[in-house]
């Protein structure tokens, strides 16, 4: 069951604002997550306190620097069900699934992984320099 889209619209943007894409079903998790796709980031978001606090304003940060995926997308757990499901199964099987949790995807293969337990005991600075070091790794510098 989904969480009413009026309880969580405001926690949708706190990403949106920042450029992320929401894919909303499983057709467009799978479009984000293609073979020929470079670096995605790819962010579960969620209503708990550490998506709020950390993983969220981690997200913001972490964009800024020099290092940015070819793509930034995020489901939302609660909210897009049957995306964050298909997400889950699909793509991140080998993974726990998490809420908050954040993927790095390289051609439609996951390639890094950040769960909630990752994200509850860092602060957002430390969590975003995780991230910028993740994508520092793969994804090209964009000027």
Excluded: W
Aim: proline share 8%; with cysteine.
């Amino acid at each position: 069951m989904a969480y009413p889209e009026m309880l969580i619209a405001a926690m949708r943007q706190d990403l949106t604002k920042y450029g992320v894409e929401e894919a909303r079903t499983p057709a467009e998790v799978d479009a984000a997550l293609t073979p020929d796709s470079g670096t995605v980031l790819m962010i579960v978001n969620s209503v708990c306190g550490c998506a709020a606090g950390k993983a969220r304003p981690a997200v913001g940060m972490a964009l800024q620097g020099a290092h940015k995926p070819t793509k930034t997308v995020t489901v939302f757990a609660g909210g897009d069900v049957d995306a964050t499901d298909h997400l889950r199964e699909q793509h991140l099987g080998q993974f726990p699934p998490s809420s908050p949790s954040m993927a790095i995807f390289q051609d439609g293969k996951p390639v890094y992984y950040m769960h909630r337990h990752d994200i509850e005991r860092r602060q957002a600075p430390e969590i975003a320099q995780l991230l910028a070091e993740a994508l520092g790794r793969l994804a090209p510098t964009h000027q």
